[in-house]
């Protein structure tokens, strides 16, 4: 999921703009439909902390909803420095330290 996401918007810079800054920015309805937009995704989050806890992997006591923000907020900011920094660093090489930290912050 984090390979996915930075990779995608590594090589759309434009997109990770308007997602990281602009759409930030949005009234009160367009920030609703947002949430909207992005409710599968949480979900998605939900399942791959699941089948971690499911496989062993995952500690069982983890509160999904910590954990998803952690997930996404660590994303969602990297990502976001990215940007500010004008993508002056290669988002990719980012992926396996981010993984890696996200792991073993749940690791059983």
């Known amino acids: ?11 759309n810079k434009s997109l990770a703009a ?4 602009h759409l930030r920015q949005a009234d009160q309805a367009m920030r609703r439909q947002i949430g909207d937009i992005i409710r599968p995704y949480y979900q998605l989050i939900d399942h791959i902390i699941q ?3 499911d496989k062993g992997i995952f500690r069982p006591t983890i509160d999904h909803r910590i954990a998803r923000r ?3 907020g660590t994303m ?5 420095a990215w940007v500010l920094t004008g ?6 090489g980012l992926i396996e330290p981010v993984v890696d930290l996200l792991v ?5």
Do not use: N, P, S
């Open 1 to 11: 999921m984090v390979t996915v996401y930075f990779e995608g918007l590594a090589h």
């Open 18 to 21: 308007v997602t990281q800054i």
């Open 51 to 53: 089948d971690g806890i």
């Open 70 to 72: 952690m997930i996404f």
């Open 76 to 80: 969602d900011e990297t990502i976001t």
């Open 87 to 92: 993508a002056k660093y290669d988002l990719q």
């Open 104 to 108: 073993h912050a749940m690791k059983k």
